[in-house]
Nanobody
């Protein structure tokens, strides 16, 4: 059974940092492209960051470039999102997602991902 579990969310003041983790099981993690998305209240789910199966390629939304980093540990079946210099607009529920397909440059699209976690809340106060 496939399972993705995010953790590390919480409340932080603007300018602070948080580190999210997404522990996975039930599929061959090292063969899957991983993404992070967030959803603010009343808004659609949007792309934040992604990382290739080997970890050699990473991708970021323009809004988080230079502030967020994404990494993975294939031995632990876990993907991470380090968030620094947080802004109020970073508030939302953060989801990790996985796909085993070759999605090329379509990594920003939610429908490209096969598996999703349940999300973790990040609240940034200004």
């Amino acid at each position: 059974q496939v399972h993705l579990q995010e953790s590390g969310g919480g409340s932080v003041q603007a300018g602070g940092s948080l580190s999210l983790s997404c522990a996975t099981s039930g599929f061959t993690f090292s063969r899957y492209f991983m993404g992070w998305f967030r959803q603010a209240p009343g808004k659609e789910r949007v792309f934040v960051a992604a990382i290739s199966s080997t970890g050699t390629a990473t991708y970021f939304a323009d809004s988080v470039k230079g502030r967020f980093t994404v990494s993975r540990d294939n031995a632990k079946n876990t993907v991470y999102l380090q968030m620094n210099s947080l802004k109020f607009e970073d508030t939302g529920v953060y989801y990790c997602a996985a796909t085993g397909q070759k999605i090329g440059n379509h990594y920003r699209n939610t429908y490209e991902y096969e598996y999703w976690g349940q999300g973790t809340q990040v609240t940034v106060s200004s």
